[in-house]
């Protein structure tokens, strides 16, 4: 049993759940951050008494800004590993016509995970140790007309993580980009998602533990998704423009 | 989306109630009427059905436990498997639990299911201490033996019609010893099948498996397969790995020659007398949770289980009358499963009551209903009831005639303002 942390930002998501889950697993220790921290006390005793691993739960607001230095500042201990899970997918429709939601999705999905990720960056980078994993997103790959905005703030964020990784290789400080594709969670039961394509939550934790422990750059949750992403990254824009992806 | 119970049969059109705590979900209660629990999809029939559920398997977490009492505290959303996993290493087992480990935990109090040791432990309920139910308007009632008593007993074996079950604090039993030890008696006819039943009822657990397409003289012949946990020996416990049905198989597997067959062959295979053995905790409990999506063997148009108890003193006659019926029809099914109950408890709805129960798996096909229909007669006749976590069918007058609390449970629906609020297919088929 190891007595290091790993630090969980937005942890009210499902999969960020079941990675949690799967780092207690191995005896890590869990602070879970996220906005709503009813729902962590909760997660918090199962984690306890499951795993019998410590844990803290703190409040986290990712479009709080000015509080990301103070928050980390205050964070003790400080983890080994960080687990950023955050993210808002919008609405397409609604958000094309109004920038105070264009505005809120970037905010969430990128600025958000960029101020508090260059936070701990400086002290992994001071500490020559630790590992990142960010949630970006296949919809980050290539934009689409059915979620361009979040696809975006998505290309932010994995460009963003691409870079920090560059940064932080020197320094022994792994960055894991995490795509997801489709995983079937609270938000989308009642889609029908094909099966063959749809990672359970628990499926995603194991891949993204699996990935932490051989630092990986970049992983999908399911393989196929690799292969899918190639297919439509290369496609002419005059076919992919006729589509209704 | 389309959502089906463990039989396949019926399967609706239906849509998710998801929410994210209790101040979302009893703001979804205010607004989506009705609406019925959905918990991992193991009743057989449609009492988990209705247009509009709520999936309740994501509130899966461990709460409290208590290793002086052995009182766990958990999410209605956990699955006994979790609570397997989580406690057997430590000598904790359930107190009560069905021939599936893969039920949530909130659904095993809704069917206040049962299991081997019925005649001692009783049902799940039964090992209840308290239980946190949402009502329809959202507000949440600690329902006990002492605390909202009414309720309590309404609950367990409610079939999800008195509210959310949202938390269960239940007793786990000590057991020493991840193994069973299993006695298995070949009987020649059901009079010895009875026999030995009493004979050996101070196992705490006892079932047998009846070959429901034996004649004559042979008629109730079974294998009457008895355990008990091994006083020493290891608590280690990893599931087994699970085989995958790949697709529905062809209806000819099932015609009555292969089906007797089967059961020939499975009957000779037992050594004749008694046998013992010793078998982990999955293969004694558990053995079709090893085929991950057995239901498929019955084929792409679904199949009902059957399951039927009757008041011990009428059981031999009613149980002789049922297998002479289903002999001649030549409707037989693999699993035919024979058990005798100890005495009910005080839940409206619970299934059990002193006598025997049968269960059978019939696949759907023209003509089951009707053949259905008389064996309703025939456990009507002899006092008897059908299981409401099995039933896709049976009719509102065959409920009435089984259940004499349900006038009670419904006036109790409607006092408390829940009549309007939870109904699934089978609660509007039978009226509750």
Known sequence: MTQEWILVLGAGSDMARAAARRFARAGYNIQQASRNTEELDIEARHLQLKYGVQTQTLPFDALEFDSHAAFYAELEPKPIGILLAFGALGEQARDQKDVSWIRKIIDTNYTGAASILEVIAADFERRKRGFIVGTSSVAGDRGRQSNYIYGSAKAGLSTYLAGLRHRLHGSGVNVLTVKPGFVATKMTTGLDLPDKLTAGPQEAGERIYRAVQKEKHLVYIRPIWRWIMLIIIHMPEFIFKRTKL | ?432
């Open chain 2, 1 to 432: 989306m389309q959502l089906t119970g463990w039989g396949r049969y019926p399967i609706i059109e239906a849509s998710p109630v998801t929410f994210q705590d209790h101040r979302s979900l009893a703001a979804r209660l205010a607004e989506t009427k009705p609406l019925i629990p959905y918990g991992n999809g193991r009743s057989y029939g449609d009492s988990a059905l209705s247009s509009r559920f709520v999936p309740m398997r994501s509130r899966d977490r461990l709460l409290a436990f208590d290793p002086d009492s052995g009182l766990l505290t958990c999410e209605a959303g956990v699955l006994l498997s979790e609570i397997i996993e989580t406690f057997l290493p430590s000598g904790w087992f359930l107190k009560v639990t069905p021939g599936t480990r893969l039920i949530t935990v909130g659904g095993a109090v809704a069917a206040d299911v049962h299991g081997k040791n019925h005649h001692q432990a009783g049902c799940f309920g039964d090992t209840v201490e308290s239980l946190l139910l949402m009502l329809a308007d959202g507000r949440i009632r600690r329902c006990s033996r002492k605390e909202n008593p009414e309720l309590f007993h309404a609950t367990c074996g409610g079939m999800g019609l008195t509210g959310v079950i949202l938390q269960v604090e239940f007793y786990l039993q000590p057991v020493p010893s991840a193994i069973i030890e299993q006695a298995t008696i070949k009987t020649r006819n059901l009079k010895e099948t009875f026999e030995a039943f009493e004979k050996y009822a101070d196992w705490p657990y006892s079932v047998a498996w009846i070959d429901c397409l034996a004649r004559g003289a042979a008629l109730g012949r079974s294998l009457l397969m008895l355990g008990r946990f091994a006083p020493i020996g290891e608590l280690d416990y990893a599931p087994r790995r699970t085989k995958t049905i790949p697709c529905n198989f062809p209806g000819f597997l099932l015609k009555s020659y292969s089906v007797r067959a089967f059961n020939s062959v499975y009957y000779a295979r037992a050594r004749s007398g008694i046998s013992l053995n010793f078998v982990d905790i999955d293969a004694f409990f558990y053995p079709l949770d090893a085929i991950s999506n057995w239901n498929r063997i019955y084929g792409g148009s679904g199949f009902v289980q059957y399951q039927f108890i009757l008041p011990k003193k009428h059981s031999y006659t009613g149980l002789e009358q049922v297998l002479r019926k289903i002999m001649k029809t030549g409707k037989g099914s693999f699993l035919a499963v024979l058990k005798l109950y100890g005495p009910a408890n005080d839940n409206y709805l619970s299934f059990p009551m002193e006598g025997y129960s049968l269960a059978l798996d019939f696949k759907i096909e023209p003509g089951l209903f009707a053949l259905l229909e008389q064996l309703d007669e025939i456990v009507l006749k002899h006092k008897g009831r059908l299981y409401l976590a099995k039933d896709a069918r049976m009719s509102r007058d065959t409920f009435e005639g089984g259940y004499p609390q349900a006038e009670a449970f419904r006036s109790l629906r409607t006092s408390l303002g829940l009549a309007g609020a939870f109904n699934s297919l089978q609660s509007q088929r039978l009226g509750l």
